[in-house]
């Protein structure tokens, strides 16, 4: 299962998201989902103050924090409708915003044309010329990672 939206969580002072389209574990108890998912967070990329006030929130059940990151197991319960079966429900969403801003002076070239280091590459070029902010960047990378060709 996907994450169809966000998902905030907590511990503590450091407030993290786990974004769309993160695959997770979970089952169903009476109406309600519960995920679970270990994993990391690392300082430079997945880690950072959450802003989404529409996030539901997951409480971390443990997870320390190390000079690489930080690593937790959450569990959460969460409403039907934020977990799908396919990456490509999950990331919906995010189209738009590709589209919208990469694909105005050419066309919005297929994500899994490329490997994801391929495409951060591209993004280090297309930055300036599309003038996309940070936080466009990150999603947009973060979208084309997600539809990536594997391998070369
Ligand atoms: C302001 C116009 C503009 C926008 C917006 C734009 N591009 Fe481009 N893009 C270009 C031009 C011009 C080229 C061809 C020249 C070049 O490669 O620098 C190009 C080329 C490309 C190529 C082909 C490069 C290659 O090596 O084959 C890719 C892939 C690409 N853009 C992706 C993107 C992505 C992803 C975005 C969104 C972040 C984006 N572009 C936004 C103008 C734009």
Known sequence: MYLSK????????LSAIVY????VQSEKLGKKWIIRKQFWI????????????EAPTGNVKSGNIGNNGFYATFTA????????????????EMDSLYYERCGTCH????????????????????????????????????YLSLLAKRKD
Not at 6 to 13: A, Q, V
Not at 20 to 23: D, H, P, Q
Not at 42 to 53: A, H
Not at 77 to 92: P, Q, Y
């Open 42 to 53: 690392s300082n430079e990329g997945e880690l950072f103050e959450s802003s989404s006030s």
């Open 107 to 142: 066309r919005a070239y297929d994500p899994d044309m490329y490997t994801a280091a391929h495409w951060k590459k591209i993004l280090e070029s297309m930055k300036t010329l599309s003038g996309i902010s940070q936080q466009e960047e990150t999603e947009i990378m973060r």
């Open 77 to 92: 319960s969460a409403k039907d409708g934020l977990l799908v079966c396919n990456l490509s429900d999950a990331i919906t």
């Open 6 to 13: 966000p998902l905030k969580m907590k511990n503590g002072s």
């Open 20 to 23: 769309t389209g993160t695959s």
